[in-house]
Antibody, heavy 120, light 108 residues
Framework: DVQLLESGGGLVQPGGSLRLSCAASGFTFSSYAMSWVRQAPGKGLEWVSS????????YYADSVKGRFTISRDNSKNTLYLQMNSLRAEDTAVYYC?????????????WGQGTLVTVSS | DIQMTQSPSSLSASVGDRVTITCRAS??????LAWYQQKPGQVPKLLIY???TLQSGVPSRFSGSRSGTDFTLTISSLQPEDVATYYC??????????FGQGTRLEIK
């Protein structure tokens, strides 16, 4: 079975940094693009970032461009999201999502999410 | 960027009713549209991709269609377990990947 397990969320002050991880299992990780999608409390889904299967291409929403960095380690079956210069509006549950192919399209599996709270 | 506008934002219907949710793209996106279901307290689940193809395991009462830039998710006979928020997502020329605002569906 496909499993995606996020970790690394927590409480951080505005301007701070956090690194999220997503450990994947049950599929050939290196064959699929991966993405991060977030959901602010009581709000809808917002795409954050995607990375191609090889890691050679990365994509970001305008709201996080220049502050967040997506990466992956295919030898460890793990996806990362380095979040810097965090703002209150970044507060959300962050989901790791598996894409259906080698480049970002849509998502057939989602992790349970990790909560990031940006507050002083 | 292409915007996706969902309507209604919420709706209440009775068990057995036919329910329709619409998603309008600001530009043509061909059939590059997916629908997700997010039940309360759960993670999103892929229901439909390529406008009308049901993901494996999704009940046949769910269906999708398209007319121009208007996309429709239909539940032919609403069941109690269908209470959820539904999101559309366009993926032509992705990224950026864009979700609709969501439609909250409740049982009357």
């Amino acid at each position: 079975d496909v499993q995606l397990l996020e970790s690394g969320g927590g409480l951080v002050q505005p301007g701070g940094s956090l690194r999220l991880s997503c450990a994947a299992s049950g599929f050939t990780f290196s064959s699929y693009a991966m993405s991060w999608v977030r959901q602010a409390p009581g709000k809808g889904l917002e795409w954050v970032s995607s990375i191609s299967s090889t890691g050679g291409s990365t994509y970001y929403a305008d709201s996080v461009k220049g502050r967040f960095t997506i990466s992956r380690d295919n030898s460890k079956n793990t996806l990362y999201l380095q979040m810097n210069s965090l703002r209150a509006e970044d507060t959300a549950v962050y989901y790791c999502a598996k894409d259906i192919g080698y480049r970002p399209l849509y998502f057939d599996y989602w992790g349970q999410g990790t909560l990031v709270t940006v507050s002083s | 960027d292409i915007q996706m506008t969902q309507s209604p934002s919420s709706l209440s219907a009775s068990v057995g009713d036919r329910v329709t949710i619409t998603c309008r793209a600001s530009q043509g996106i061909s059939n590059y549209l997916a629908w997700y279901q997010q039940k309360p307290g759960q993670v999103p689940k892929l229901l439909i991709y390529a406008t009308s193809t049901l993901q494996s395991g999704v009940p046949s009462r769910f269906s999708g269609s398209r007319s121009g830039t208007d996309f429709t998710l239909t539940i032919s006979s609403l069941q109690p377990e269908d209470v959820a928020t539904y999101y559309c997502q366009k993926y032509n020329s992705a990224p950026p990947i864009t979700f609709g605002q969501g439609t909250r569906l409740e049982i009357k």
